[in-house]
């Protein structure tokens, strides 16, 4: 079954410096999310492509995150420089459709910053 | 915010059905009840939506009540491999909207 993949699984890293992180989503999903999930919490959308295009940055804190999708299919995010604050699981998915409720996550990246 | 009221835990017998509530009396008229479901350091899973009729799949099945202001996700036989948090979404179709996570039901399943 095809899956989402994300690297790497766990990072641990001083405040200050930069992080980041890859997701390959399942072949032919044109959406892909990066979301955040602190412990004790749901996920929070960070940042919304269709293709290569950006649809939904809201919730991004953009003096520190960035993140791209150039060839429409994998993606990175990145953060720097990187604050004791952004310790969480930074989780990946995507979707066939645009605007369909049925996403594929992966298994997360855990970040740890020190 | 998440548009759903969900117990923060419940617990289960092993082989007996979980049923977990799920308050969105909020809902409109064009937005689903979404299901899924995370086990512990895994990514979330999703399980099942529905508009107005009840929906069944190999995983579970979720009763919407006829004014669509609640809904309850059932799994028939409950296992070990069911204990998760368990998330309940309501969002559009079609559309950018994107899918709120609350904090969800932690479903422990015991022996």
């Known amino acids: 079954e095809a899956e989402v993949a994300q690297s790497p699984r766990y990072k641990i890293t001083e405040k200050s410096q930069a992080v980041a992180f890859w997701c390959d989503p399942i072949s032919g999903h044109a959406t892909l999310y990066w979301y955040r999930q602190i412990l004790g919490q749901g996920p929070e959308l960070l940042v919304q492509?269709?293709?290569?295009?950006?649809v939904d940055d809201s919730q991004l804190p953009k003096d520190r995150f960035s993140a791209e999708r150039l060839k429409g299919v994998d993606s990175t995010l990145k953060i720097q420089p990187a604050e004791l604050g952004d310790s969480a699981m930074y989780l990946c998915?995507?979707?066939?459709?645009w605007g369909t409720g049925e996403l594929f996550f992966g298994e997360g990246s855990r970040l740890t910053v020190l | 915010d998440a548009k759903t009221t969900q117990p923060p835990s419940m617990d289960c017998a092993e082989g007996r059905a979980a049923n977990l509530p799920c308050n969105h009396s909020?809902?409109?008229?064009?937005?689903?009840v979404y299901w899924y479901r995370q086990i512990h350091s895994q990514g979330p899973q999703y399980i099942i939506h529905?508009?107005?009729n009840n929906e069944t799949n190999e995983m579970a099945s979720l009763i919407i009540t006829e004014d669509r202001k609640s809904s309850t996700l059932i799994l028939p036989h409950a296992t070990l491999r069911d204990t998760a948090v368990y998330y309940c979404?309501?969002?559009?179709?079609?559309?950018?909207?994107?899918?709120?996570f609350g904090k969800g039901t932690k479903l422990t399943v015991n022996p």
């Open positions: 529905g508009l107005k």
């Open positions: 492509f269709q293709d290569e295009s950006v």
């Open positions: 909020t809902i409109s008229g064009n937005e689903y």
């Open positions: 998915a995507s979707s066939l459709l």
């Open positions: 979404i309501v969002s559009s179709q079609g559309g950018s909207e994107k899918l709120v």
